[in-house]
């Protein structure tokens, strides 16, 4: 089915020669695996986690070795899953349920947005729902407006809940075990294209901060901060430029609240250009948001206006040319740093 292919990609960068790689969609099964093996806790709940597929590979093997009253399949019902999800994290069990497309979270945004991200703080901090909601954002297989959406900015507005968009097989393993450790509810988006990227990832357990950017590539004259797969992009636009003798400073945000503005501030001063590229709408979005704190802290730094990649602010089209032409990607990054640079 075209939707279950998943195109190949490139190493991450920086890689050690000689290190253990895996791809990302192996990173996130090992992080199940081993916190279902370390906390009776936690359980594995959504459509087709138990199939022979295992949602692209991710939940693949569990319910054999864990059974199927820890990872088990559910209907589509996503508001009442979500109440399920949330009652058994009050009760104090680790929900990770699952959602093989993103755009079908807003169905059960009461229980989100007006009760797991709250509760925290309406009872004064007595009270946690320490669920993972795992939801895969995509492209590329014409399924159009309504399974190919990015609704980051959309989860991220809300307060009480933390929403990660790893882009590398070492975060996608060390932040989903973090998110399940966590004590609040958090979004934990994977995109789609990402599942085939290879890239060193310990095989020991290990955690990675919830909310901390990480520098994928440092230079001097501008800045380009990446969202998911456009990080990925990010790192290719700059080594585009680098042949051009442009340095670019690539930021990967890994997290998109909390934000990590400080780490981009501070580029920003070294660089004073700015670019951020999302795989979202522009309109409310990660970028607009981010442009605004480098505006109040470091306007007087910047060289240029900042610019951001964005898909245009329309549903996305199902047809292979106008998704082609849809989608931003390393040319458009590097074409906008080119023009912060009057180049």
Not at 124 to 132: E, L
Not at 160 to 187: C, E, F, H, Q, R
Request: proline share 8%.
């Amino acid at each position: 089915m075209p939707w279950t292919t998943v195109p190949k990609m490139e190493r991450t960068p920086g890689v050690e020669p000689g290190s253990r790689e895996i791809t990302y969609r192996e990173a996130l099964n090992e992080a199940l695996s081993q916190m279902l093996g370390i906390d009776e806790r936690v359980f594995i709940m959504g459509e087709g986690v138990d199939d022979p597929g295992g949602v692209f590979g991710t939940t693949k093997g569990l319910p054999e070795k864990f059974g199927d009253a820890r990872v088990f399949d559910t209907p589509l019902a996503e508001n009442a899953l979500t109440g399920i999800a949330m009652g058994a994290a009050l009760a104090g069990m680790r929900p990770v349920l699952v959602h093989m497309r993103v755009d079908f979270l807003p169905i059960s945004l009461d229980q989100i947005i007006n009760h797991a991200a709250k509760w925290h703080y309406m009872f004064g901090g007595k009270v946690h729902v320490p669920m993972v909601i795992r939801a895969i954002t995509g492209r590329g297989w014409g399924s159009a407006a309504q399974h190919s959406q990015s609704l980051q900015a959309l989860f991220a507005n809300i307060p009480g809940l933390k929403v990660v968009m790893p882009s590398t097989p070492y975060d996608a393993k060390g932040l989903l075990m973090a998110a399940v450790a966590d004590g609040n509810p958090v979004i934990f988006l994977e995109h789609r294209w990402l599942y085939e990227a290879a890239g060193h990832v310990p095989e020991e357990p290990y955690l990675v901060p919830i909310g901390k950017g990480e520098i994928r590539r440092k230079g001097k004259d501008a800045t380009i901060v990446g969202v998911s797969h456009m990080a990925r992009e990010a790192v290719a636009a700059a080594e585009l430029l680098a042949n051009e003798g442009i340095d670019s400073e690539v930021i990967d945000l890994r997290a998109v609240r909390p934000m990590d503005s400080p780490l981009v501030i501070e580029s920003v001063r070294k660089t004073g250009r700015l670019v951020v590229a999302d795989t979202g709408w522009k309109l409310c979005g990660i970028g607009a948001e981010l442009v605004a704190r480098v505006a109040e802290e470091a306007l007087g730094e910047l060289k240029a206006p900042p610019l951001r990649i964005n898909i245009p602010d329309v549903p996305t089209p199902s047809s292979p040319v106008l998704e082609e032409a849809y989608y931003p990607g390393k040319d458009d990054i590097a074409a906008g740093v080119r023009q912060l640079l009057g180049k």
